[in-house]
């Protein structure tokens, strides 16, 4: 069965840096776009970054900060993001565009 799981939050000063990763599983993950998602405290899921293979997409919000790559051999996605902000704060998703299927999200907080 798929599988999704995020990992590599925690929290960081402002101006830090994290590397987030995420485990796929249960399908053949080199066929599917990928992407990074994330919800703020009290708002609705957001789109940030994807990643077909070959090519990057980022939202205007991490454009410049946020790096989204994959390794297709290791079915890993990763997403770096530098100099974090507050605003940075949520929870953090990886999602196979196309299959309904969530992880738990992994969790970052950005706060001095």
């Known amino acids: 069965q798929v599988q999704l799981v995020e990992s590599g939050g925690g929290l960081v000063q402002p101006g830090g840096s994290l590397r987030l990763s995420c485990a796929a599983s249960g399908f053949r993950f080199s066929l599917y776009v990928m992407g990074w998602y994330r919800q703020p405290p009290g708002k609705q899921r957001e789109l940030i970054a994807t990643t077909p293979s070959g090519s990057t997409n980022y939202a205007d919000s991490v454009k410049g900060r946020f790096t989204i790559s994959r390794d297709n051999a290791k079915n890993t996605v990763y997403l770096q993001m530098n100099s974090l902000k507050p605003e940075d704060t949520a929870v953090y998703y990886c999602?196979?565009?196309?299959?309904?299927?969530w992880g738990e999200g992994t969790r970052v907080t950005v706060s001095s």
């Open positions: 999602h196979a565009i196309g299959i309904d299927y």
